[in-house]
């Protein structure tokens, strides 16, 4: 692999191999006039143009011109659900006048809908949408990916997700971490048998999972009416037990203990949290989970926010991501996260920049991987076509990416 060395950049980035807790999300590391080399996929140096040019032999390099651009770390998104069939495109109408979400599903709409027409789609089928999909995710600027199972409800179809994921992973330059989402919800073949349901994914699915390593992270939706607090409890324990790492779906529609629940647990991260108690923000900051916050659902479902500003006040740890799905938000669009947590959820702009990449990268546990600009580090980096970071919520919604490296090469360019 042919080095490669970015110079005559503004370099904006967290730095560190942790997630940034509290105040310390606003830390961003600038370097003007700045230069990054890449060797075999990583980063082994950053530091001022000349300085780089003087101590490397660039003879044999390819060079990149930021030309002043502002350069930032990949972004991570860690929070999807992208391996599906069909779409909601009605029930998107539906919400728009009036019925909620909860109506949706009991009757027998929403997750369902998708599991019917993801089990009838072939694993070809789901590997070309998955592959589509990932296409639009680069052109963002997204680097690292985390997708879910979860709409399938039974054996072969929620293997076949993790399955078509897995080999994404080796054909995509986006990286992908899989997570097992069966306890999704409850499928009508166990309608009224929630013990039963929850109990067969331990039994069999779980096991079959670990064994054949298909998924890194075990979720479940725990929701009133969804996943109790104790199904999940016991569901996510067994899940550890096989030496999967835990997420939660925690807080979404009602404030159900789901975010005391990831602090017991000592989850790797709660999303969602719309409705997260006072203790269960202080619970997830005492027990460092990461408080994977979702707006882009807020803002389809014409809901309140997630209260960013109170959990990092309180020292949480806040990572952004998309929740891309096929029912309540079909969207990935970074650039309208970015102006929704900024306009509308108090946050600042580097602690933006930080919680699409450090924080996202801590949440899918690839934070001593990606997610900064240092040394040691994957050489994952977006070229904006501005000068500085200022310009990600300037431009309101709107995508300012110019090129995309991965790994230390050239994956997307912006025409």
Do not use: W
């Not at 089928?125 to 600027?141: A, C, H, I, T, V």
């Not at 529609?253 to 789901?258: D, R």
């Amino acid at each position: 692999m042919d080095d490669l060395i970015i110079i005559n950049a503004t370099i904006a980035t967290p730095v560190g191999k942790e997630a940034k807790y509290g105040k310390e999300m606003k830390d961003i590391k600038i370097i003007n006039k700045g230069a990054i080399i890449i060797k075999n996929g990583n980063i082994v140096d950053v530091g001022k143009t000349d300085y780089i040019l003087d101590k490397y032999n660039t003879r044999s390099s390819n060079i990149i011109d930021a030309k002043s651009k502002c350069v930032i770390p990949g972004f991570v998104d860690s929070h999807t659900h992208f391996i599906f069939g069909g779409y909601r495109e009605k029930e998107f109408m539906s919400r728009i006048n009036g019925i909620s979400y909860m109506e949706i599903m009991k009757n027998h709409g929403g997750i369902e809908n998708t599991v019917s027409k993801t089990r009838e789609s072939s694993f070809t089928e789901l590997y070309k949408l998955g592959y589509q999909r990932l296409n639009n995710m680069l052109s963002f600027g997204i680097t690292t990916v985390e997708g879910k199972s979860g709409y399938g409800l039974d054996f072969d179809t929620e293997i076949k997700q993790l399955k078509v994921m897995k080999e994404l992973n080796e054909n995509h330059p986006i990286d992908i971490v899989e997570t097992y989402l069966g306890a999704h919800s409850i499928p009508k073949e166990y309608e009224g048998k929630d013990a039963d349901y929850i109990n067969y994914i331990i039994k069999y699915v779980i096991p079959y999972i670990a064994k054949y390593k298909l998924a890194e992270f075990c979720d479940v939706f725990c929701e009133k009416d969804v996943i109790s607090i104790n199904l999940s409890e016991k569901l996510l324990i067994n899940a550890r037990k096989n030496s999967l790492k835990l997420k939660i779906h925690a807080d979404e529609i009602t404030s159900s203990g789901g975010a005391e629940l990831a602090g017991s647990l000592n989850a790797v991260s709660a999303d969602h949290l719309l409705n997260a108690s006072d203790d269960g923000i202080r619970s997830l900051s005492k027990n460092k989970v990461i408080a994977t916050l979702l707006p882009l659902t807020a803002f389809c479902l014409n809901k309140p926010y997630a209260n960013a500003r109170k959990m990092i006040d309180e020292g949480c740890a806040v990572a952004l991501a998309s929740d891309f799905n096929p029912g309540s938000c079909f969207t990935n669009s970074i650039p309208l996260i970015i102006a929704i947590s900024c306009i509308y959820m108090n946050m600042s702009v580097e602690e933006v920049l930080t919680a699409l990449t450090l924080n996202g990268a801590a949440a899918v546990d690839r934070e001593k991987l990606v997610g900064s600009i240092e040394k040691g580090k994957q050489g994952d980096l977006v070229i904006l076509k501005y000068p500085n970071y200022n310009f990600l919520p300037y431009c309101t919604g709107i995508n300012i990416v110019d090129t995309v490296i991965k790994k230390g090469a050239v994956v997307y360019k912006n025409k």
